[in-house]
Structure formats: C-alpha cells, structure tokens
C-alpha cells in the first residue's frame, strides 16, 4: 500500500461543512491527492488496483466528490481498467 493510496481516502472524506468547502471540477483534479493516486493508477498494472480503491470509495462520499471520483473512474477504465469493477458499485 502507497501513501496515496491512504491519503487520497482520507482527503476526500474530510469533512464538508458548507458548498464552498466543495472543490469545483477543475480545482479537484488539482488537489495534490488526487494527483498522486493519479500518477500511481497509471503506472503499468495499476489500473484495476486503482479502480477498485475508488469503487470502495464511492459510496462513502458526498455527491459532489463522488461525481469527481466517478469521472476518474471513466479515465482509469479508459487506461485499461476493468469497467467490471464498478458495476457492485
């Protein structure tokens, strides 16, 4: 297990207290979280592995970032991931 793959988690679980705590699309995909896990669900056997950390993660958030996550999720199958993956989801 890679930092991120706590990290990332984490982050997106903080919290929300009012609508300006919710990132826009743009910023999200920004945050330095995001990114790592990103960089690690590219490299070579990643995907699914990947994929599947968001799956967990899906239900757990709150809509805006789960919508966020959700487009991730269509990037990750896209580089190969296993669209299967979601389908419990």
């Known amino acids: 297990m890679t930092a991120s793959d706590t990290t990332f988690p984490a982050a997106l679980r903080t919290p929300l207290s009012t609508a300006d ?3 826009p699309l743009d910023q999200f ?3 330095p979280e995001v ?4 960089a690690q669900a590219r490299k ?3 995907a699914d592995a990947s994929l ?5 993660l899906l239900p ?3 809509p805006g970032r789960a ?3 959700a487009l991730m999720c269509g990037s990750l199958v896209e580089d190969g991931a296993d669209p299967a ?5």
């Open 85 to 89: 993956i979601l389908f419990p989801v």
């Open 44 to 46: 070579p056997g990643q």
């Open 60 to 62: 757990t958030l709150h």
């Open 67 to 69: 919508a966020a996550v």
């Open 35 to 38: 990114g790592a896990f990103l």
């Open 29 to 31: 995909f920004q945050r």
């Open 21 to 23: 705590d919710l990132d």
């Open 52 to 56: 599947r950390t968001c799956a967990d």
